[in-house]
């Protein structure tokens, strides 16, 4: 009762206020929503091939992986644009979570089980085994990693999973041992700003390169008019889709909450901005009044 209005609730928290007589709460998809996903180490002969990461993209039950992780707070992932964002472009023909598929696709690649021992080999016949990392600066990675290496055990698919203290960008490096690791970014208002983020931060760690994506980028950044700026935007959230360098689990919200009891006209602030607080002028909250006028 001493606070009127409040962001950056936790999940704890929501649960707790939910069904609180007088208390609105508000699940603020912002345009800086945080983005989280498992990066591909393209450099590898495990990933090379986007088919491959394809592959492994249907191993990923990103329902489960939301309600675990954050309680079932935020959405599951596609593009790597937060969804908060004018310029967000949800990717055509998304792959659902389907472990048969993602068998078949290992197999139709050359990947089986030789010997019998349950587990996919190369054509060499030397184990298919995985490296991931997650650290324990993304409380959230140690949750999906779980859920991952079940079910590519479930495929046949050894992971050795290996867990840091650091910066998940300071151990996955262009020369370290890896080839897969789950990581976070942050989203933008503005739509290069973003693009450029996500391929040369998320696609110098996971070594992708793309010329189509690259020219795009270039054209985006002089576009003037919002229809030739959208399109470009969805041209590159295709993009990276189809190459998957980078296979987007979720994105966050911030948990808001305000006294409805208290205060009024705060609607006209969620229509334009998407939450209490986040983007927008100091003008708007102009507009809030006391249900009751002072005495």
Do not use: H
């Not at 990933?47 to 990103?62: G, K, P």
């Not at 964002?85 to 023909?93: D, G, K, L, Q, V």
């Amino acid at each position: 009762g001493e606070a009127d209005a409040c962001f950056g609730l936790t999940d704890v928290q929501l649960t707790t206020l939910e069904g609180v007589p007088g208390v609105e709460l508000i699940e603020a998809m912002l345009p800086t929503a945080e983005c989280r996903g498992l990066a591909f180490n393209t450099r590898t002969r495990s990933f090379s091939n986007a088919s491959l990461r394809q592959a492994l993209d249907y191993c990923l039950d990103r329902e489960w992986f939301l309600l675990m992780s954050a309680g079932g707070t935020g959405m599951t992932g596609s593009s790597f644009v937060s969804p908060g964002a004018e310029y967000f472009a949800a990717p055509a023909s998304l792959r659902g979570y389907d472990i048969s598929m993602a068998r078949s696709l290992f197999v139709g690649a050359g990947y089986a089980d030789a010997n019998g021992d349950g587990l996919l080999e190369y054509r060499d016949r030397t184990d298919f085994r995985l490296t991931l990392y997650t650290s324990s600066l993304d409380e959230w990675a140690s949750t999906a990693a779980t859920i991952l290496t079940a079910d590519l055990a479930e495929l046949g698919i050894d992971v050795v999973w290996k867990k840091t203290d650091q910066p998940i960008r300071q151990v996955c490096t262009e020369k370290s041992d890896w080839d897969l690791c789950f990581l976070s970014w942050q989203g933008s208002l503005d739509a290069p700003l973003t693009a450029a983020r996500y391929y040369n931060d998320i696609s110098s760690l996971t070594g992708w390169m793309s010329e189509e994506y690259r020219s795009v980028l270039a054209r985006l950044r002089t576009a003037r008019e919002s229809t030739a700026l959208r399109s470009d935007a969805a041209q590159l959230q295709q993009r990276a889709y189809d190459e998957c360098p980078a296979a987007v689990l979720s994105y966050g919200v911030d948990i808001q909450a305000i006294r409805s009891d208290v205060w009024t006209g705060y609607g006209d602030i969620l229509d334009a901005a998407g939450g209490l607080f986040g983007i927008g002028s100091a003008a708007v909250y102009t507009r809030l009044e006391p249900t009751e006028p002072a005495k």
